[in-house]
C-alpha cells in the first residue's frame, strides 16, 4: 500500500477503540527517566490527542533521575532498603526540588500550542495539587524510613469532577499526611492507588525496561491475573534498588486487577508512539494484564450484529458465505457464537439443531483474516461440535462453495442434497450449488 492508503487503513481500524476509549478513564505512570528523554515531547503530543478524543487522563509522573543527580550534586548519600528509599531531610529537600522542577517542566509542554505543531490549538488544561493523602512507612525491620510514605487515601471525588471537565489531572510522587508533613511516595504506588480508586478502565505502566517476555524472548500480548500470578511465582524475588525489575511491574498490574481495576498495560516507553500503538491497535505492543477475559469463546448477543456483519461481509461478497441482512441476523442471534478478542469479534459460527432429526446445520463459520491460521477455527469448530453433542445431536452437516477442503479434513463427508433434512432440502439455493458435506458425530 502507498502511505495514504496505509494511514487511511490504520485509521480506519482505530476507529472501534476510540470509540470504545471516549469517555473512559485512562491512569498512566511514567518514570522521570522519560522526561529527560529528547522523544518526551512526542509523548506529550500523544496525551493531547487523547485528551482531544475525550479520554479521560491521569498522569503519574516520577523523578528518579533527576533526585539522583540532585544529591549527587549536592554530595548526599541515599539509602534503599526494601526497594525503597529512606528519605532523610536533606534528601527530602533533593526529592521536592526534583518533583516540583518535572511537574513544572510537563505542564510548560502541555501548555505549548505553537502554530505547525502536533499541539496547535490543543488547549489542554492540566490540574495539579494535594489529591493524595499519605502517613509515613515508619519503622520496618528496625529501619527508620523517615519522610519515606505510602497512599494512605485518594481525593477520587475531586479528580473525577475534574475529569468530567476534560482537564487532564498530574500527579507528583509526593504526598501530606493530615499533619502538614511532606513525604516521598514510590510514583507506581501512586498510580495503582489511584487507578483503584477511580475504579479505571485502564492502568497503563511506561517502563525502562522491554516489558514482559517469554521463554523465547518475545513479549508475551496478553495475561489473564492467574496466569501473572503463576509468572512471578516462578520469578526470583527482586534484587534491584528501582522499580526496573519487570516482576514489581507485574505485582502491581496483578494487585490492580484484584482490586477493580479492569486492565492494566505494561509497555516499553522508548518505542516512539508506543502508548498509541497499545491503545489503538488490536494486538498492541505491550502485555496486557486482564482481570476480565480477554479473548474467549461466549454466545453472541443483539450487540454482536455489528461486529459479525463486519466480519462476514467480505466473504459475503465473495460467495464464501450465505448473504444475511442485518434484520435476518437479528432474529437468529441466538444461533450464534462469537469469539471476541479485547472488544473486537475476530471468530463467529452458527449451529441450527433439528432435534426431531437429531441433525444440526454449521453455518456462518468465519474467522478475521488478521487470525486465520492461528488455529481459532480449530477451537470454534471444536466448540460448536460439542454443543451440537450435548443437544443429542447425531449428524452435523454444512454447505460450502469454497471451504469443503476444510471441513473435509474434520471428517465431513460429501453428500447428496438429497440427504439434507426435508425443511432444509426445500430451502436449498440450486444457483449458489453448494455442496453439501456431513459428519456423524
Same mark, same amino acid.
Given at each position: ?12 481500524n ?47 509522573h ?36 526534583a ?38 512507612l ?25 475529569l468530567?471537565?476534560?482537564? !487532564? ?9 493530615p ?40 513479549? !508475551? ?24 525489575? *519487570? ?44 482481570a ?44 450464534? /457464537? %462469537?469469539?471476541e ?10 449451529l ?33 461440535? *460439542? ?15 469454497? /471451504? ?31 455442496? %453439501? ?5
Amino acid at each position: 500500500m502507498t502511505n495514504t492508503q496505509s494511514f487511511v487503513a490504520g485509521f480506519r481500524n482505530s476507529a472501534p477503540y476510540i470509540n470504545a476509549l471516549r469517555t473512559r478513564t485512562l491512569v498512566i505512570s511514567f518514570g522521570g527517566e522519560a522526561v529527560i528523554d529528547d522523544k518526551f515531547p512526542n509523548f506529550i503530543h500523544d496525551i493531547a490527542l487523547l485528551n482531544s478524543l475525550g479520554i479521560r487522563l491521569v498522569l503519574v509522573h516520577g523523578a528518579r533521575p533527576q533526585i539522583a543527580r540532585c544529591l549527587k550534586e549536592k554530595q548526599i548519600s541515599s539509602e534503599f532498603v526494601n526497594n525503597l528509599r529512606v528519605t532523610n531531610a536533606a534528601t527530602m529537600n533533593c526529592v521536592k526540588q526534583a518533583v516540583g522542577n518535572v511537574r513544572v517542566e510537563i505542564e510548560a509542554l502541555m501548555s505549548m500550542g505553537l502554530a505547525n505543531s502536533p499541539m496547535a490549538g490543543a488547549k489542554i488544561r492540566v490540574i495539579s495539587g494535594n489529591f493524595m493523602t499519605a502517613r509515613p512507612l515508619g519503622i520496618i525491620n528496625g529501619v527508620d524510613h523517615d519522610h519515606t510514605g505510602e497512599v494512605r487515601r485518594i481525593d477520587h471525588a475531586s479528580i473525577h469532577n475534574h475529569l468530567a471537565n476534560g482537564e !487532564i489531572v498530574l500527579l507528583s510522587p509526593i504526598g501530606y499526611s493530615p499533619t502538614g508533613e511532606i513525604l516521598n511516595v514510590n510514583a507506581e504506588d501512586v498510580a495503582s492507588a489511584v487507578a483503584i480508586e477511580l475504579k479505571a478502565d485502564k492502568l497503563i505502566y511506561l517502563t525502562e525496561n522491554q516489558g514482559i517476555k517469554d521463554n523465547r524472548k518475545k513479549i !508475551i500480548p496478553a495475561l489473564q491475573v492467574s496466569e501473572a500470578e503463576s509468572l512471578l511465582n516462578k520469578k526470583r524475588k527482586p534484587t534491584a534498588n528501582t522499580i526496573t525489575n *519487570k516482576s514489581d511491574y507485574l505485582e502491581k498490574a496483578v494487585y490492580a486487577c484484584r482490586h477493580d481495576v479492569k486492565r492494566v498495560h505494561i509497555i516499553d516507553r522508548h518505542v516512539d508512539g508506543a502508548l498509541i500503538e497499545e491503545l489503538f491497535t488490536r494486538d498492541g505492543i505491550g502485555t496486557l494484564i486482564s482481570a476480565d477475559i480477554y479473548e474467549g469463546l461466549r454466545p453472541a448477543t443483539i450487540d454482536d450484529v455489528g461486529g459479525i456483519l463486519e466480519l462476514i461481509s467480505p466473504l459475503e461478497n465473495k460467495d464464501v458465505l450465505v448473504r444475511r441482512s442485518r434484520d435476518h441476523l437479528e432474529l437468529e442471534i441466538n444461533h450464534f /457464537t %462469537v469469539v471476541e478478542r479485547d472488544g473486537a469479534i475476530i471468530a463467529c459460527s452458527a449451529l441450527y439443531p433439528n432435534a426431531k432429526e437429531n441433525i444440526a446445520e454449521l453455518a456462518c463459520l468465519a474467522v478475521h483474516p488478521d487470525y486465520q491460521n492461528t488455529g481459532r477455527g480449530n477451537i470454534l469448530f471444536e466448540y460448536m461440535e *460439542k454443543q451440537a453433542q450435548e443437544m443429542g445431536i447425531k449428524k452435523l452437516f454444512v454447505l460450502t462453495t469454497q /471451504t469443503a477442503h476444510w471441513f473435509r479434513e474434520r471428517g465431513f463427508k460429501n453428500v447428496d442434497i438429497k440427504s439434507l433434512p426435508v425443511k432444509r432440502k426445500n430451502m436449498y439455493n440450486y444457483k449458489r450449488n453448494a455442496k %453439501v458435506y456431513v459428519k456423524t458425530l
